[in-house]
C-alpha cells in the first residue's frame, strides 16, 4: 500500500516561460553566468521551436555575469537557498552532492504524509471430515462459521474463507448468509467465502488441501496470513494403511488402491504435508499455521483415533488445537480468531504517491529531500538510486525516469513498525545544469519521442550551436526531470545510466538516445518530454 503525499506547504514557484530551469522575479531577469565559450543570453521567452530547420554550429559569443537567482550547495548537502536579492523566495533542497548549483525561485514544493497503519489481510483454508461420525462437528461448524469471520472482520481484516467439504450428499456442509448463500449447492460468495464441493474422509484431509490447491489458489493473495483449519474425528492414515498393495514407505505414503472412494491417502506425517505445501507455491505459503478441532485422546464414543499428525502440525507451526473429545468448539473457534487476528498485525506504509509538479514546471528528481519525523525528532533519509543500492537504509524512487512513488529501504521500513505517530515531510527543487544556468531551451517534436531519434532544435535566436555545450533533459508525465548524459557512442551506452549520443561527433544533427533510456521515454508516453537545453557544458552519463 502506497500513502498519497499531501502538498500542504507552499508552492515556491515561477511562471517558467519557457520551460527553463531556472528563474527570475516577475520584475528583474537575472543575467546569466556560462562557461568559457558559452553562448549569450537567451531572447525573452527563452528559444525556439523543434521544427526541421538545421541547427547553426559555431563559435559562442563571450560568457555574461553571474546570476543572483544561482547559489552553492556546500559540501554535504544543505536544505536549499537563501531568498534571492530580487525579492523571490528560498530555493530548491540539496541532496548532499557537494558542489550542485541550485536556481531559487524555481518550482519548489513540500509536501507532508502521516504515517498510515495497515493490517495485512487473512485467508483461512478449512477441510471438514464428513464420514458418517461427523454429523454433531458439521452442524456446528455451519451454525458458528458467520459468527466466526465476522469476529475476524470486526477487527479490520479482509479474510477469505475456503471450505473444502461435501455440499451435496448425507452429510453437506452449507454456510448460511451474511458469509455463504444458504444454498447448496451453490453457497459460494467469492471472493470472501469460496466452497470446494470435494467430499473429505476420515484420513484425508491434508491430501485435499493439496490436491485442491488449483481449485481455490486464485482467492489466495500472497501478502494474506495463512491459516489451515481440519476437524475430523480421526488422524491422517498409517503408513500403510489400505493400500492394498502392503503400503509404500517415505514421508508421504505410496499412494495405491483400496481406501474407500480411490486413492489411498499419502499424507501420513508432519513433515509430509509440510514439504508438500512447501512445494504449491513458496510465494503464498511464506508463512502459514496449522489449526484443528481433533481428539487429543481416544475418548470412547467420540474419538475414531487420536489425531497425532496435527497434534505434531500444530505444534510446529504454533497453531490453535481444540479436543473434540469436550464437544465444545467455541472457545476453540474464539482461540483461532484471536490468533489471527494477532498474526495480522498492523504495518506502517513504506511507500508514498509522489505529487504532480505545478502546470508548466518540473522537479529535479535528484533534488527530492526526505525527512522522517517522529516523538523522538526529525531524521534526514539519504536517497540510493534503486533498492539494490539500499545497504544500512535510506529511499530510493520506484522508477529511475518515470517515478511515482518515494518507496523506503527494508532497513528503514523496518525501522518505522517500532515508531508510532510519524511522518515524512518531502521537499523538491529544482536544479541548473552542472552549475550552469542554461541560455535557453527547445523542446523536441512529441511526435518523434517514441523513435528516440531527436533532431537537434534550433537555437534561441541569435545564437549558435556549441556542441559540448548542449544537454538533455527529460521529464517525465507527473513533472519529474532528469538531465540525462552524454556518451561517445552507442557502444557505451551499456555501462550507463539514462544516456545519449550524437549521430556525428563533428557537426550533429540528431540525438540517439541509449537503449535503457529510449524505453523509460518510451513508457512516458505522448505526456513525457525532451528539451535540448544550450549554453552549459555537456554532462557527462553516470556509470552504473
Same mark, same amino acid.
Given at each position: 500500500?502506497?500513502?498519497?503525499?499531501?502538498?500542504? *506547504?507552499?508552492?515556491?514557484?515561477?511562471?517558467?516561460?519557457?520551460?527553463?530551469? *531556472?528563474?527570475?522575479?516577475?520584475?528583474?531577469?537575472?543575467?546569466?553566468?556560462? !562557461?568559457?565559450?558559452?553562448?549569450?543570453?537567451?531572447?525573452?521567452?527563452?528559444?525556439?521551436?523543434?521544427?526541421?530547420?538545421? !541547427?547553426? %554550429?559555431?563559435?559562442?559569443?563571450?560568457?555574461?555575469?553571474?546570476?543572483?537567482?544561482? &547559489?552553492?550547495?556546500?559540501? *554535504?548537502?544543505?536544505?536549499?537557498?537563501?531568498?534571492?536579492?530580487?525579492?523571490?523566495?528560498?530555493?530548491? #533542497?540539496?541532496?548532499?552532492?557537494?558542489?550542485?548549483?541550485?536556481?531559487?525561485?524555481?518550482?519548489?514544493?513540500? #509536501?507532508?504524509?502521516?504515517?498510515?497503519?495497515?493490517?495485512?489481510?487473512?485467508? %483461512?483454508?478449512?477441510?471438514?471430515?464428513?464420514?458418517?461420525?461427523?454429523?454433531?462437528?458439521?452442524?456446528?461448524?455451519?451454525?458458528?462459521?458467520?459468527?466466526?469471520?465476522?469476529?475476524?472482520?470486526?477487527?479490520?481484516?479482509?479474510?477469505?474463507? %475456503?471450505? %473444502?467439504?461435501?455440499?451435496?450428499?448425507?452429510?453437506?456442509?452449507?454456510?448460511?448468509?451474511?458469509?455463504?448463500?444458504?444454498?447448496?449447492?451453490?453457497?459460494?460468495?467469492?471472493?470472501?467465502?469460496?466452497?470446494?464441493?470435494?467430499?473429505?474422509?476420515?484420513?484425508?484431509?491434508?491430501?485435499?488441501?493439496? $490436491?485442491? /490447491?488449483?481449485?481455490?489458489?486464485?482467492?489466495?493473495?500472497?501478502? #494474506?496470513?495463512?491459516?489451515?483449519? &481440519?476437524?475430523?474425528?480421526?488422524?491422517?492414515?498409517?503408513?500403510?494403511?489400505?493400500?492394498?498393495?502392503?503400503?509404500?514407505?517415505?514421508?508421504?505414503?505410496?499412494?495405491?488402491?483400496?481406501?474407500?472412494?480411490?486413492?489411498?491417502?499419502?499424507?501420513?506425517?508432519?513433515?509430509?504435508?509440510? $514439504?508438500? &505445501?512447501?512445494?504449491?507455491?513458496?510465494?503464498? /505459503?511464506?508463512?502459514?499455521?496449522?489449526?484443528?478441532?481433533?481428539? /487429543?485422546?481416544?475418548?470412547?464414543?467420540?474419538?475414531?483415533?487420536?489425531?497425532?499428525?496435527?497434534?505434531?502440525?500444530?505444534?510446529?507451526?504454533?497453531?490453535?488445537?481444540?479436543?473434540?473429545?469436550?464437544? $465444545?468448539?467455541?472457545?476453540?473457534?474464539?482461540?483461532?480468531?484471536?490468533?489471527?487476528?494477532?498474526?495480522?498485525?498492523?504495518?506502517?506504509?513504506?511507500?508514498?504517491?509522489?505529487?504532480?509538479?505545478?502546470?508548466?514546471?518540473?522537479?529535479?528528481?535528484?533534488?527530492?529531500?526526505?525527512?522522517?519525523?517522529?516523538?523522538?525528532?526529525?531524521?534526514?533519509?539519504?536517497?540510493?538510486?534503486?533498492?539494490?543500492?539500499? @545497504?544500512?537504509? *535510506?529511499?530510493?524512487?520506484?522508477?529511475?525516469?518515470?517515478?511515482?512513488?518515494?518507496?523506503?529501504?527494508?532497513?528503514?521500513?523496518?525501522?518505522?513498525?517500532?515508531?508510532?505517530?510519524?511522518?515524512? $515531510? &518531502?521537499?523538491?527543487?529544482?536544479?541548473?545544469?552542472?552549475?550552469?544556468?542554461?541560455?535557453?531551451?527547445?523542446?523536441?517534436?512529441?511526435?518523434?519521442?517514441?523513435?528516440?531519434?531527436? #533532431?537537434?532544435?534550433?537555437?534561441?535566436? @541569435?545564437?549558435?550551436?556549441?556542441?559540448?555545450?548542449?544537454?538533455?533533459?527529460?521529464?517525465?508525465?507527473?513533472?519529474?526531470?532528469?538531465?540525462?548524459?552524454?556518451?561517445?557512442?552507442?557502444?557505451?551506452?551499456?555501462?550507463?545510466?539514462?544516456?545519449?549520443?550524437?549521430?556525428?561527433?563533428?557537426?550533429?544533427?540528431?540525438?540517439?538516445?541509449?537503449?535503457?533510456?529510449?524505453?523509460?521515454?518510451?513508457?512516458?508516453?505522448?505526456?513525457?518530454?525532451?528539451?535540448?537545453?544550450?549554453?552549459?557544458?555537456?554532462?557527462?552519463?553516470?556509470?552504473?
Amino acid at each position: 500500500m502506497s500513502v498519497r503525499l499531501n502538498q500542504s *506547504g507552499e508552492l515556491l514557484c515561477c511562471l517558467l516561460a519557457s520551460g527553463l530551469i *531556472g528563474c527570475a522575479s516577475q520584475s528583474e531577469s537575472p543575467e546569466r553566468t556560462l !562557461p568559457s565559450g558559452g553562448a549569450p543570453p537567451a531572447a525573452a521567452n527563452g528559444g525556439g521551436g523543434s521544427g526541421g530547420v538545421e !541547427p547553426t %554550429i559555431g563559435p559562442p559569443p563571450p560568457p555574461s555575469s553571474v546570476p543572483t537567482s544561482v &547559489v552553492q550547495v556546500p559540501a *554535504g548537502g544543505g536544505n536549499g537557498g537563501t531568498s534571492a536579492t530580487n525579492g523571490g523566495a528560498g530555493g530548491g #533542497a540539496g541532496d548532499g552532492a557537494a558542489g550542485r548549483t541550485v536556481t531559487e525561485n524555481c518550482a519548489t514544493s513540500k #509536501a507532508t504524509a502521516m504515517d498510515i497503519t495497515t493490517v495485512r489481510p487473512a485467508d %483461512i483454508i478449512f477441510a471438514i471430515d464428513s464420514s458418517q461420525s461427523m454429523s454433531e462437528e458439521i452442524e456446528f461448524t455451519q451454525m458458528h462459521m458467520n459468527a466466526f469471520s465476522q469476529q475476524i472482520s470486526a477487527s479490520g481484516i479482509d479474510v477469505h474463507v %475456503i471450505l %473444502i467439504a461435501s455440499e451435496t450428499g448425507q452429510r453437506p456442509v452449507c454456510i448460511g448468509a451474511p458469509l455463504g448463500s444458504g444454498t447448496c449447492p451453490g453457497d459460494s460468495k467469492a471472493p470472501n467465502y469460496v466452497h470446494i464441493p470435494t467430499p473429505v474422509g476420515s484420513h484425508d484431509a491434508l491430501d485435499q488441501i493439496i $490436491d485442491t /490447491f488449483p481449485m481455490y489458489r486464485q482467492y489466495l493473495r500472497p501478502e #494474506a496470513t495463512k491459516a489451515f483449519v &481440519v476437524i475430523t474425528d480421526d488422524d491422517a492414515p498409517l503408513p500403510g494403511m489400505n493400500t492394498g498393495a502392503g503400503g509404500a514407505g517415505g514421508a508421504t505414503g505410496g499412494g495405491g488402491k483400496g481406501f474407500p472412494g480411490g486413492d489411498a491417502p499419502r499424507i501420513y506425517t508432519a513433515q509430509g504435508f509440510v $514439504d508438500e &505445501v512447501a512445494a504449491l507455491d513458496p510465494t503464498l /505459503f511464506k508463512e502459514w499455521t496449522m489449526n484443528g478441532v481433533y481428539c /487429543f485422546t481416544d475418548c470412547p464414543g467420540t474419538a475414531a483415533a487420536v489425531g497425532q499428525v496435527y497434534i505434531d502440525l500444530v505444534a510446529r507451526t504454533m497453531g490453535i488445537g481444540g479436543d473434540l473429545c469436550l464437544q $465444545d468448539f467455541q472457545p476453540v473457534f474464539d482461540r483461532l480468531a484471536k490468533q489471527i487476528i494477532t498474526n495480522a498485525g498492523s504495518t506502517i506504509a513504506c511507500e508514498w504517491d509522489l505529487p504532480a509538479a505545478p502546470a508548466g514546471q518540473s522537479f529535479s528528481r535528484d533534488l527530492v529531500k526526505v525527512d522522517r519525523s517522529t516523538s523522538a525528532g526529525t531524521t534526514p533519509l539519504s536517497q540510493v538510486a534503486t533498492e539494490a543500492d539500499c @545497504g544500512a537504509g *535510506g529511499w530510493h524512487l520506484d522508477n529511475l525516469l518515470n517515478p511515482t512513488k518515494i518507496v523506503a529501504c527494508p532497513n528503514t521500513c523496518m525501522e518505522m513498525q517500532n515508531q508510532s505517530g510519524g511522518k515524512i $515531510d &518531502v521537499s523538491f527543487g529544482c536544479e541548473a545544469v552542472g552549475g550552469c544556468v542554461p541560455t535557453g531551451a527547445a523542446t523536441v517534436d512529441p511526435a518523434t519521442l517514441a523513435s528516440c531519434s531527436w #533532431a537537434i532544435p534550433k537555437p534561441p535566436s @541569435g545564437q549558435f550551436i556549441e556542441p559540448n555545450s548542449v544537454n538533455v533533459r527529460y521529464s517525465s508525465p507527473s513533472g519529474f526531470a532528469t538531465n540525462l548524459g552524454k556518451v561517445a557512442s552507442a557502444a557505451e551506452c551499456a555501462t550507463v545510466q539514462n544516456g545519449w549520443y550524437y549521430d556525428d561527433e563533428a557537426k550533429p544533427t540528431q540525438i540517439l538516445a541509449c537503449p535503457q533510456t529510449c524505453t523509460g521515454v518510451q513508457t512516458g508516453g505522448a505526456a513525457a518530454k525532451i528539451e535540448v537545453l544550450f549554453g552549459c557544458e555537456t554532462r557527462p552519463a553516470v556509470i552504473e
